[in-house]
């Protein structure tokens, strides 16, 4: 009896510790409920929002204006080499013509290299990708990763690694290029991953090149896109090229790219982590993301001048090789944070890290660099 009724004690415990614990956890949910909502309100009555899109706002960057000069009929770049990079996932579809797109770039130019980077692909990508390759050897290296979403990795971080591999790769393998073009076949990929892809890219062009002129990173569904004109993409020599660090692309119909954008008066953050930050638990993002995301979104004018920035992208970007530090690299995810949350662009980290090694040499929204 005295052995039933300790279990009995017991027992009755254990349902009391249960229900505190109970009680604890839907204290502290209602509490963070309270304490997002009261957060949410202060951001929204404090906070400054833009009232235009960020290429009309006089917070805008203009440290200097740079301005042509020569026209984009003058332009020669018969001297200078270019690496281009292109992570590729499911993108069979595209390949034609942004194969197509890639020659009517690389035909400017003495020397190229293209450094081509998957993995996770399911339709004939690898293979096209490696017929690709047969058909220029000279030219083209194809670097798989296979079936990276198995070990966990986000979307940013996986293309990270891709980038930077092949940009150590070609570093490694050439022994003078001045330019890197970046392209992705696909932008629909986790955020690990992609930084894991660029990385790769990344690597590899350092190993394979010594040094180069210009890096072209380029994402493919956007460089396969039939209204691409290589005269847009000429357009970025039409500037002193000892003035920039990065040309960044836009595109005709809107400005998608607000994830990689960054100006510090305008969008010094991430604008989606800070949409999730303050609209969890119900509370509606749409408010949020008309007035920090669709805002910047309208077309960009090619009549305007260069835009400043910390970050951009918009689906392609060329940068100025030598700026290329061998201790930057892509980083696809926030450290810290849990994984449902940690994902970031991976090109903000690299840009503010290849920034730092520049000397006034600026990154730049080009509005010509309609890519599509």
């Not at 990929?189 to 394979?208: D, V």
């Not at 940068?319 to 995810?333: M, P």
Request: proline share 2%.
């Amino acid at each position: 009896m005295r052995f039933r009724g300790r279990r009995s004690l017991n027992f009755i415990c254990l349902i009391r510790l249960l229900i505190c614990t109970i009680c604890i956890l839907i204290s502290i949910f209602i509490f963070h409920i309270i304490y997002t909502i009261i957060i949410y309100n202060y951001f929204i009555q404090t906070y400054q929002f833009s009232t235009e899109p960020f290429w009309k706002d006089n917070r805008t960057i203009h440290d200097k204006i740079l301005l042509p000069t020569i026209s984009i009929e003058n332009v020669n770049l018969s001297n200078a080499t270019i690496v281009i990079a292109a992570c590729c996932r499911n993108v069979r579809k595209n390949l034609g013509v942004f194969q197509k797109h890639i020659r009517s770039i690389t035909a400017f130019f003495h020397d190229y290299r293209i450094y081509l980077g998957e993995s996770d692909s399911h339709d004939e990508t690898l293979s096209l990708l490696y017929d690709w390759q047969k058909s220029d050897a000279d030219h083209v290296r194809v670097h798989t990763k296979g079936h990276q979403r198995w070990y966990g990795l986000s979307r940013t971080n996986r293309i990270a690694s891709c980038r930077n591999t092949l940009l150590q790769q070609a570093r490694e393998e050439l022994s003078s290029f001045d330019y890197y073009l970046v392209i992705d076949v696909d932008v629909g990929a986790c955020t690990n991953r992609i930084a894991s892809c660029r990385n790769t890219l990344l690597q590899q062009a350092r190993e394979e090149l010594s040094s180069f002129d210009y890096y072209l990173v380029i994402d493919v569904d956007v460089g396969a896109c039939t209204s691409f004109d290589v005269k847009d993409f000429l357009s970025n020599f039409i500037y002193p090229d000892s003035s920039w660090l990065a040309m960044t692309a836009t595109q005709r119909s809107e400005y998608y790219d607000i994830w990689a954008l960054r100006i510090e008066s305008i969008i010094p953050y991430d604008c989606w982590q800070l949409i999730n930050e303050l609209t969890s638990f119900f509370i509606d993002n749409s408010y949020l993301t008309e007035r920090l995301v669709n805002i910047h979104q309208k077309p960009i004018p090619r009549n305007i001048s260069l835009i400043q920035v910390e970050s951009a992208f918009g689906g392609a970007a060329i940068y100025n090789a030598k700026y290329l530090h061998k201790d930057c690299s892509y980083i696809g995810k926030y450290e810290g944070y849990w994984w449902w949350s940690s994902s970031q662009c991976e090109h903000v980290p690299f840009h503010r890290c290849i920034q730092q090694y520049a000397q006034e040499q600026k990154i730049y929204i080009n509005p010509q660099f309609q890519i599509c």
